[in-house]
């Protein structure tokens, strides 16, 4: 599992298990934040600038794939990147990239953060957690 901060981890697959090309997001806001909801967006451009929203940075660029994620939520290759925290503050969402689209996207770079909204708007936005897609063995 790879945690880079305290709010959004990735845990990935290994290149020998059947499941390559998914990456398994962890949000976790503890259970003060159960109910609230969440959006998980991406992009393939890096975290810097990124973009401000509502006085908050998002620290993500927005390109295509950022687009893709917040105009047609859990879709395509993303499942559950929109919806509620569970009563302990926690979801999971996943990335699973079908093996015929894999090798366009070897040597690219892909990075994911959340924004969680509660009774008074957005209240967090997380950390951006990596995901470099490698050569398949």
Same mark, same amino acid.
């Given at each position: 599992? $790879? ?9 990935? +697959? ?10 398994? $997001?962890?949000?976790? &806001? ?18 810097? *600038?990124?973009? &401000?929203? &509502? ?8 390109? /295509?794939?950022? #687009?893709? $994620? ?17 009563? +302990?503050? #926690? ?7 079908? *093996? ?7 040597? $690219? ?10 009774? /008074? ?8 957690? *990596?995901?470099?897609?490698?050569? &398949?063995?």
């Amino acid at each position: 599992i $790879l945690c880079v901060g305290d709010r959004l981890c990735a845990t990935l +697959s290994s290149p020998r298990e059947t499941s390559w090309g998914r990456q398994r $997001l962890e949000i976790d &806001r503890g259970a003060d934040h159960a109910g609230h909801f969440y959006w998980l967006a991406g992009s393939m451009s890096g975290t810097s *600038p990124g973009v &401000r929203f &509502r006085g908050l940075r998002i620290p993500l660029n927005v390109d /295509t794939y950022f #687009r893709s $994620l917040i105009g047609a939520p859990n879709q395509g290759w993303i499942t559950d990147n929109l919806g509620l925290l569970d009563g +302990s503050g #926690r979801a999971t969402v996943e990335l699973r990239v079908p *093996p015929e689209s894999y090798a366009a996207l070897v040597g $690219l770079t892909f990075h994911h953060a959340f924004a969680e909204m509660g009774p /008074t708007g957005l209240e967090h936005v997380s950390n951006a957690v *990596p995901l470099l897609f490698g050569a &398949r063995p």
